[in-house]
């Protein structure tokens, strides 16, 4: 059974496996995409995969904005779902919302999305999925002091009482692209993380 401790070990584990402590926030948008992508019909996947494909070296978690995918409709949600279990396959996951109430816990799950982890809107919310194991959330833009997580737009926190916190720098995609939509995007992308 997945417990706050042990989805802090695994994030703690991957950070250690990858020497690094970042995160990467797909947020794709329709203004923002790369000369190889703009001759997809449905961009939003080949740019996820792309990025992913050139950062999972690199990168402990991935950050999926769940708005930024919405808003090409059905399309993007297949973007996402494939998306996420791309990534899925070697690192941490969540799902960005930020969720209000307890009834999201079903994307965390097989039949859902499968995310490690949501973004949650309160406080309550927050201790609902922390103590209701095998989920996790992590609250955004909010204070914690306790056992949780904490997600603002350029930093994810894990807090617990029996480790030391770890802050993962996040790196928001569409601040990447914007500096280079040519073909030689995914060089900029990794040398950014790097």
């Known amino acids: 059974m997945m417990t706050w401790s042990n989805f802090y070990q695994q994030v703690a584990d991957k950070i250690e496996s990858r020497q690094s402590s970042k995160a990467i926030w797909l947020k794709p948008t329709l203004d923002c995409l790369p000369l190889p992508i703009q001759r997809f019909d449905e961009p939003f996947l080949p740019l996820s995969k792309s990025i ?64 490690n982890s949501l973004t949650v809107a309160t406080d309550e919310d927050l201790t609902y999925y922390i103590d209701n194991s095998p989920y996790s959330a992590f609250l955004y833009n909010g204070t914690l002091l306790k056992d949780g997580g904490v997600m603002s737009d350029n930093t994810l926190t894990l807090f617990s009482t029996n480790y030391a916190n770890i802050s993962i720098e996040i790196i928001d995609t569409n601040f990447l692209l914007q500096n280079n939509l040519s073909d030689t995007y995914i060089e900029t992308v990794k040398s950014t993380i790097a």
């Open 52 to 115: 992913i494909k050139a950062t999972n070296n690199s990168v402990s978690v991935y950050i999926f904005d769940l708005a930024s995918y919405l808003a090409i409709g059905a399309a993007g949600i297949v973007a996402l779902e494939r998306a996420i279990a791309y990534a899925n396959q070697d690192a941490i996951t969540i799902l960005h919302g930020p969720f209000f109430g307890k009834q999201y816990k079903v994307l965390t799950e097989d039949q859902g999305l499968n995310v």
